[in-house]
């Protein structure tokens, strides 16, 4: 960016606006080559089928800083031009902000499924426990479906030219919503299974992770009041026995 800053200070012919649009232009296209060699389609789908989706969440969230702190540059550079540089931010970037967004899409994608993940372990207790656990047992099953069949894509979902993927990953989201609201219903019904306070937050602790998806958290918002209700009741015993105690000893 500093070379690119002399030659606008001292060229005599590279110091337009046309031309320091195409050389920001080549840019991006470099960078997003770079990202594309370094994390491609077959890679994430590689990392998902071996089970680990962790890795090319990092890899994707790598690709997002680096097209992040090369706008970030060229933002400063442009101030210390004092403002010259006077370019729509749109013909710059265009193409590197729709890489970036689709690297956000897949990160969504490796996010969900590490936090999804997380159901092939739950158990939950009470006297619905064996029902609602097969509950959620039934929703991990169709999630590996639906992850499963969007990873049959006969393209590189990497290449932000391929506009197929904005449908088929649509599709995908729905299916998870879905998803979501079942699992949403198992857990606020597993949540009025449970008569202590103690069985509550042990239940909402099994499903860490997944209590950030926002279907679930609208849901569970309206057993906040509930819980804090729960709570003082169990304060107010509490100090009665401290105090019942006190008056013993006394």
């Given at each position: ?165 904005d449908d088929d990953f649509f599709k995908f989201r729905q299916r998870i919503k879905e998803l979501e609201r079942r699992l949403a219903s198992v857990l606020t019904q597993s949540f009025d299974d449970s008569d202590t306070i103690i069985g509550k937050f042990k239940l909402l602790d099994s499903f860490d992770g997944l209590l950030t998806r926002q279907i679930i958290q609208d849901e569970l918002e309206k057993k906040h009041v509930t819980l804090l209700e729960l709570y003082k009741q ?17």
């Open positions: 960016m500093h070379t690119i800053l002399m030659i606008w200070k001292y060229s005599s012919y590279y110091n337009t606006p046309a031309r320091l649009v195409v050389l920001i232009r080549e840019i991006c296209n470099a960078i997003i080559t770079q990202c594309h060699n370094f994390v491609n389609g077959d890679r994430i789908f590689e990392a998902l089928k071996g089970d680990t989706p962790q890795e090319a969440h990092a890899c994707l969230g790598t690709c997002i800083d680096v097209c992040a702190q090369f706008k970030e540059a060229y933002f400063d550079y442009k101030a210390k031009s004092k403002n010259q540089w006077k370019i729509t931010t749109n013909a710059l970037f265009v193409r590197l902000d729709a890489f970036s967004e689709r690297c956000q899409d897949i990160m969504h994608l490796t996010g969900t499924i590490q936090q999804f993940n997380k159901l092939q372990k739950i158990e939950i207790g009470n006297t619905k426990g064996k029902t609602m656990t097969s509950s959620v047992t039934r929703i991990f099953e169709e999630f590996n479906t639906a992850v499963e069949e969007f990873m049959t894509v006969s393209y590189d979902i990497m290449e932000i030219e391929e506009r197929r993927f169990d304060l107010k015993i509490v100090g009665t026995i401290f105090h019942e105690g006190r008056v013993l000893v006394e």
